[in-house]
């Protein structure tokens, strides 16, 4: 079954100790890395994995080279707010990047455009081959393979994050087993591990009976580990994990590796209990040739397409929400335009805003610069901004402009006066004083 496969797919080569004929991939890998790149004022968004892919797909899309439609070997993402990897051949990358080199993210929440977009540039890297090491034994490889069997056990995504290896080793201890090694391996590509936060949920054991020899041992089906429910309430909870015993020159033949871990009737073990499993299989097998429906698949071209639908360029098609009064970018200072295509005919001023009104400053979502025609219109032509550093500042630039207008008709006072000489030097004098004052009048209130 694809479990079995996924087990021996994920396992550690040089925790098998086993010399398997590998077919190396030849081609070099690299991947595209997508981070946002913030404006002032601007924060990261959180954007999901696919949005990336479709951003991806309708850039390589839209160029006439031969990109491939979709990564091509797999897709990381450090932080929920990026940066993404998106894993190609390396040429693939270098070609990319060089006609690529940044796109935009248009936020869309329930078909709408929020008003928020960001700037994701793109850059391409080679895949470092720096190994990353894992945890030492004395034994070395072969050893541990005469003296133990290698176990593996795959957690179901309700289990992942749940059961740290060291619930595992307890429960193991609790059977009656004992552990020499224990390893919870990365995603990784050509043998490398591909980035920190990709543990998959495979833990690897090198395990034996705490008494008594391999063979002959009563293996338990399942093994059952309690943890922790809460990490303030101390109630115990429990659960059983299904394991994998990999082949092991005193089992392999006599035992069922991949389902019950019991002895096959022929292994010449007695007093306990034999496996079922291919019975069982054979049974499930029958039912599902009777009327047993496969899940379909999608397939590459519906993904495309609605990879389009959702992330690909909205230029002409028309903003679902310009002219309802919802659209995000209607705004005096939107700093991008929006990315849907907008009645350009259409004067937004005559359209009544829709968005919803924030607390702060009795202004809507799109603050006091919105395009929008308002009820309180006035209201919106008053407003300078929306928060209180910025009115500050703002008073700021305006006093230093009426320092600056002052200065300028002072200075032109002066300069008459010398010019002309019809003042008396008194009035010259006064002139000069005033100015000073309201110099320093300025200066003081900061
Ligand atoms: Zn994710
Ligand atoms: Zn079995
Ligand atoms: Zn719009
Ligand atoms: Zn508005």
Avoid at 225 to 237: G, L
């Amino acid at each position: 079954t694809s479990d079995h496969r996924g087990v021996q797919q994920g396992s550690d080569e040089a925790f098998l100790g086993q010399k398997r004929a590998r077919k190396e991939e030849e081609m070099e890998l690299g991947f595209l890395r997508f981070r946002q790149s913030l404006e002032k004022g601007e924060e990261a968004l959180v954007i999901k994995d696919d949005a990336i892919v479709g951003l991806y797909h309708a850039a390589a899309t839209e160029l006439a080279g031969d990109f491939p439609p979709l990564p091509q070997k797999g897709v990381l993402h450090k932080t929920v707010k990026g940066p993404w990897n998106l894993y190609f051949s390396l040429d693939i990358c270098l070609a990319f990047a060089a006609e690529v080199k940044e796109v935009i993210y248009y936020e869309i929440e329930d078909g709408l455009p929020t008003g928020e977009a960001r700037t994701l540039k793109i850059s391409a890297h080679k895949l470092d081959d720096a190994a990353g090491g894992s945890k030492s034994s004395r034994l070395t490889p072969e050893q541990l393979d005469e003296v133990a069997v290698h176990i593996c056990i795959k957690l179901e995504e309700h289990q992942f994050l749940r059961f740290g290896a060291s619930h595992m080793e307890a429960a193991l201890d609790n059977h009656g087993i004992l552990v020499f090694k224990g390893n919870q391996p990365q995603v990784k590509m050509n043998g490398v591990a591909i980035g920190p936060g990709c543990e998959t949920n495979l833990f690897h054991f090198n395990v034996r009976p705490k008494n008594g020899p391999i063979c002959g041992f009563d293996w338990p089906p399942l093994i059952d580990v309690s943890f922790m429910a809460h990490r303030h309430n101390k109630t115990m909870q429990g659960a059983s994990l299904k394991y994998h015993m990999y082949e092991q020159k005193e089992l392999s033949g006599k035992i069922c590796l991949l389902g019950c871990h019991k002895y096959f009737r022929n292994s010449g073990m007695t007093k306990l209990a034999y496996c079922e499993c291919e019975e069982k299989r054979a049974a499930a097998t029958a039912s599902q040739a009777a009327g047993g429906a496969r899940q379909p698949r999608r397939n590459l071209a519906a993904t495309s397409s609605m990879l389009h639908d959702k992330y690909g360029p909205k230029k002409d098609v028309v903003c679902p929400a310009f002219l309802k009064g919802k659209c995000g970018f209607v705004k005096v200072d939107a700093k991008r335009p929006c990315g849907f295509k907008h009645d350009m005919e259409v004067d937004p001023r005559t359209i009544k805003c829709a968005m919803p009104v924030s607390a702060f400053g009795n202004v809507c979502k799109n603050g006091g610069r919105c395009g929008y025609l308002h009820d309180n219109q006035e209201h919106y032509d008053n407003f300078v901004c929306a928060n209180i550093s910025q009115i500050s500042y703002i008073r700021k630039v305006e006093e230093i402009n009426f320092f600056l207008k002052i200065l300028i008709y002072h200075i032109g006072r002066i300069y008459m006066t010398c010019k002309t000489n019809l003042l008396p030097w008194f009035v010259l004098h006064h002139q000069a004083r005033q100015l000073l004052s309201e110099v320093s009048e300025i200066a003081e209130s900061g």
